[in-house]
Structures are given as C-alpha cells and as structure tokens.
C-alpha cells in the first residue's frame, strides 16, 4: 500500500499527518491566508512570493517531509468541485496551475476558469507545490 500523507489547510497553517508507529503530528506555517496574496486577483508578482514562501517551508522542514508519497487534502476552498474531481494525478494539478496562471497575467483565453480570491489561488498553490517539490503522484480532495 502506498505511504499516504493528510494534509489540511487552514487559515494560518497546515496540520500535517505523517505515516508511522504511531503517526507523527506537525504543523506548517503555510495556509489560505497567511500567504502574501493581497489582491484580488493576485498580481503574478504575490504569486512568485508565494511560491517562494511554500518552496522555502517545505524544502528546509526539518526533519525532511518524505518525498513520493500520495496526499488526503482538507481544504477550506471547494477544490474538488472546482476542479472538477475528488482524486487528482500531479499532472491535473500542473494542468491547473499553468490556468491559473495564466488567468493571473491576464491571458484572455484563460479567463474566467478559476476563482481567482486569494484564499482559493493560496490553496491550490500550497497543493501544487507540495506534489511538485515532494513528487506526490495523486491526491484525493475533501472539503471541511
């Protein structure tokens, strides 16, 4: 059975729940609205802080966050309703990533797919970065 990791996100932060005998607790100083996202929408500016801030966390966590395992996301944002499924592949997130980004500087072709509040592009950043720097190959979405 493959190593499965909970995350949920909250407003200030991220409560992890790691694999193990017993399973170990942390917190992640990451969440919908701590991240420097102040505009609606986000300028494509905040965004590259706000990655730099999710990369910074979840690349220097100490001890290292186990890398190739699959996810069980909580979320405040209705993620699986937006994007359209509860399990998801790394690749359907990149796809949503590269919309949204493309929504946020402007790409009239691109308009109009995603929500673009801060709390919404701060979520699915913190999803996307953590598949992409952790190499999570799916995830299963739920709402609180």
């Keep these: 059975m493959p190593t499965l990791i909970h995350l949920q996100i909250g407003p200030e932060q991220c409560d992890v729940t790691l694999p193990g005998q017993p399973p170990r607790q942390i917190s992640l100083p990451l969440g919908s609205t701590s991240l420097p996202l102040r505009r609606t929408p986000p300028t ?5 802080l706000a990655i730099a801030e999710i ?3 979840l690349m220097y966590e100490n ?3 186990p890398h190739g395992a699959s996810l069980h996301l909580t979320s405040q944002q209705p993620l699986a309703a937006i994007l359209g499924a509860h399990a998801l592949q790394r690749a359907d997130i990149e796809r949503a990533f590269g919309q949204l980004a493309a ?3 402007g790409d009239p072709l691109a308009a109009g797919h ?4 801060p709390a919404f592009v701060a979520e699915l950043l913190i999803l996307r ?3 992409h720097h952790l190499d999570a190959p799916e995830v299963t979405l739920q709402q609180v």
Excluded: R, S
Excluded at 44 to 48: D, S
């Design 44 to 48: 494509p500016y905040e965004l590259e």
């Design 55 to 57: 990369e910074d966390v």
């Design 63 to 65: 001890p290292p966050l």
């Design 103 to 105: 929504q946020l500087e």
């Design 114 to 117: 995603f929500p673009l509040e």
């Design 129 to 131: 970065e953590w598949m």
